[in-house]
């Protein structure tokens, strides 16, 4: 079937004759159904019924009011270059022909007093619109094909995403029918559809407008349907579309006549929508969304391919730069594919070298290929793996790393990516550490055995002296045998204890706190407790903590000090009615043998911040409600779960 035997002719007949206008159209729509006959009866109403709506055929009389239809004629040459116009007029001459043709008439025809005149222009008007049709489809398939050509080689060269968009519309709204288009995504919280990138007849259009993806009224026209039901979505005449109520008076301003939104996808990801604005209604037709629902693919596909170009640059930069090393290898035999220059330098190998040999010749972890298939299993089932190991540099020496290895798949096919950090400097400081322990613990146990022997003699001797005399010298002597046990005792607990917590547990609280203040001579004292949740610890080093500040409280404060344990919402913390602490001092009071009162030793907030560090909890003092001290215990690491 050819296009005039399926589609229908839409046909504009200006005549300041109404009866015969009328006439005109029974006759024509009746000599064939496919036509649809719409009247004027001046050229100003005929201009504005083509502004508003789309025709294919113009008849017009010749002697008209105000303007004849010649006039006529060369105002719609002027914005309607190509569309058919035939004068069918009365009044018969030569001149009046020669002078429609030469104003670019498609054809000429004189009125007659038979109807066979009628079937005459049914056929002149059905010829003209066939070549035109004909004419206009070759054009819009050649519009189509360079369109179509010039944005995806523009996507091609565009280095970035925001490039790609700017340049899609910029190509768009310079190629005829188009004025204007732009590209915006979803903002999720307010559902309002944000441009990225426009270009063309614009005038802050977009600032004038609100387009949603909701289902109100801002949400209806072809923005927000082809958001939500990922499809084209047009408005063929904004001008007559009830949808675009919203938008109408800012777009026919602007000589927006129709309108089509396009949803970007690739792979079921949904990158934003194109839309796009024509001069002319009905611009949109099956050709013409066919383009826009193609171009919608190979912009969404061109916008996840400069995604993940930007990414794998992104990551390029990341490997070249970090300071540790970076292995990206095969899954199979863990073959180095991919290497950065720290890892060449650590390894004492020149990059060419270093790729294509495996993990195992430069790895303590495994010896040979088949262990390191095994690995690589382990780290798929775990999603990721990190361990200490060791590498092998080019001479055959080694040093410690440690590492971590993850699985990534990358358009189907699977990398394991290796971050090695070299830990020698830590290993040597661990070990320092280790030694300096032992001797610190070495001579701790030492000098408790020597003093422990003499004071134990002394404590006898006072004993047997008090059973011959009675004298406050004694007594006073005994105190102070007391107090250098203590102090023993602190400070093997400061030298062997205070940075070490061994199993951790979930501990209640409340009959914790009551448990350690019945180990602590409390006199009048009281304590309170408010905390519902537990405390994630280790229930030796928390009781030494608890005790020592419920002690360092009551020797601080008065005999009916309150002492009061709540939580914070990242901690704890342990808070008294007693004088406080100065803020000068809030930091010297954690130096080993810091006291100002007679009775303590000195170290038990040192104590108290050793362990709080081995729990991976910062302490700060800060001053209570009551003005009295309060210790604060924030959780870095661990605290509760």
Known sequence: MTVSETAGIHVLHVDDEPVFVELTADILEREDSRFSVEPATSAREGLDRLAADDFDCVVSDYQMPRKNGIEFLEAIRDEYPELPFILFTGKGSEEVASEAISAGATDYLQKGHSTDQYGLLANRIENAVEQYRAQRRAAELGRIRTLAREINQ??????????????????????????????????????????????????????????????????????????????????????????????????????????????????????????????????????????????????????????????????????????????????????????????????????????????????????????????????????????????????????????????????????????????????????????????????ASVVAHDLRNPLNVAKARIELAKEQCDSKHLDTAAGNIERSFDLIDDMLTLTRQGQQVSEMEPIDIASFVESCWENVETAAATVVTDIDSPIHADPNRLRQLLENLMRNAIEHGNEDVTVRVGSLPDGFYVADDGPGIPEDERENVFEPGYSESHRGTGFGLAIVRRIAHAHDWEVQITESADGGARFEFANVGNLSE
């Open 154 to 443: 523009a996507l091609v060269r565009a280095n970035s995403r925001s490039v790609a968009e700017t340049r899609v519309c910029e190509i768009i709204s310079d190629s005829d029918p188009y004025l204007f288009a732009w590209i915006g995504d979803v903002d999720a919280d307010t559902q309002r559809i944000e441009s990225r990138a426009s270009a063309g007849v614009e005038e802050e259009y977009l600032e004038q407008i609100t387009v949603t993806a909701d289902d109100t009224a801002t949400g209806h026209g072809p923005g927000g349907t082809a958001i939500r039901e990922r499809r084209v979505a047009v408005s063929q005449n904004i001008h007559t579309d009830p949808e675009f109520e919203p938008w109408r008076d800012d777009a026919l301003e602007r000589g927006y006549r129709s309108v089509a939104a396009v949803p970007l996808e690739h792979d079921d990801t949904l990158y934003g929508e194109l839309v796009v604005y024509a001069n002319r209604p009905h611009a949109f037709d099956e050709n013409e969304r066919e383009l826009l629902a193609d171009l919608g693919g190979d912009i969404g596909h061109a916008i996840h391919s400069k995604e993940r170009e930007q990414e794998l640059e992104l990551f390029e930069q990341l490997i070249d730069n970090s300071n540790a090393e970076v292995y990206i290898t095969d899954t199979d035999a863990g073959i180095i594919q991919r290497v950065n220059q720290t890892a060449c330098e650590n390894l004492q190998y020149a990059h060419q070298d270093l790729v294509g040999m495996t993990i195992p010749e430069i790895s303590t972890k495994v010896n040979d290929v088949d262990e390191w298939t095994d690995v690589i299993g382990e780290i798929r089932k775990q999603d990721g793996e990190q361990f200490e190991s060791g590498n092998i540099r080019a001479d055959g020496t080694t040093y410690p790393v440690e590492v971590s290895s993850s699985y990534v798949a990358v358009d189907g096919d699977g990398y394991e990516v290796t971050i090695a950090r070299d830990i020698t400097e830590r290993k040597e400081r661990e070990q320092e550490l280790r030694r300096q322990n032992e001797r610190l613990e070495a001579f």
